[in-house]
């Protein structure tokens, strides 16, 4: 029987396919010639030199039999490939999940346990220095009401050093005014002698008007004397 045209397009397509897998072969056969893997064995069927127009439908079959073992393991070790990249991205992944929540806690921990003593200190360098502000605010009122009271004490000091000095010379010009004033005999004299004329008493009787004068102003003399002491 002659082959039909669907099947001359097929054995078509597959010699197309053997060509690009023989070239495929030459290019990666050199990095695989000591070892090869499951995935690069799937491609080395082997290749069946044939006319394409005069090929038989059993060596056809066989080489479609061939190429879907072939896929199907290609499929198998691709689903294995798959699945073993999955399964490190999800462990990559988890570990990462894992390892950014580890992270963030343990973040969250020194944070709990930083803040509190960081609170802590500020609160205590911010005691100290209202405590310093405090105590020179204090000593700064201390030294005004102390330059005050100290002022109020050296004028009250001057002001009575500067009374007595000048209570002192007023009663030094009043003693030395009244001491001149008996010494020089002068208008006291008249004066006790118009008194002592119409002045009669035993006593004086026989005095002279002169001795009464002197007498009076001896006890005049020695009165002023004694408040002088």
Not at 97 to 102: K, T
Not at 159 to 173: E, P, Q, S
């Amino acid at each position: 029987e002659k082959p039909t045209e669907e099947q001359k397009q097929l054995a078509e397509e597959i010699n197309l396919l053997q060509i690009e897998l023989h070239s495929l072969r030459k290019d990666f056969k050199k990095p695989h010639e000591q070892g090869a893997s499951d995935a690069w064995n799937c491609f080395l069927f082997e290749l069946v030199d044939e006319d394409s127009d005069n090929m038989a439908l059993e060596s056809l079959a066989s080489m479609v039999q061939a190429e879907n073992d072939n896929n199907t393991e290609m499929i198998n070790i691709s689903k294995n490939f798959f699945r073993y990249e999955a399964a490190l991205k999800v462990q990559r992944v988890f570990r990462g999940h894992v390892g950014r929540r580890i992270f963030n806690v343990s973040k969250e921990l020194w944070r709990s346990t930083f803040l509190p003593s960081a609170a802590l200190m500020i609160q205590k360098n911010w005691r100290r220095m209202k405590e310093s502000r405090t105590v020179e605010t204090l000593k700064a009122k201390q030294n005004v009401e102390f330059l005050d009271v100290a002022a109020l004490q050296i004028q009250r000091m001057q002001r009575g050093m500067v009374a007595r000095k000048h209570t002192k010379d007023m009663l030094d010009k009043i003693h030395q005014d009244s001491k001149e004033f008996f010494r020089t005999h002068g208008k006291s004299e008249d004066h006790i002698r118009e008194q002592l004329k119409n002045f009669s008493s035993d006593s004086y009787k026989d005095d002279t008007l002169d001795q009464r004068i002197a007498c009076r102003i001896k006890r005049i003399i020695e009165y002023d004397d004694s408040d002088d002491d």
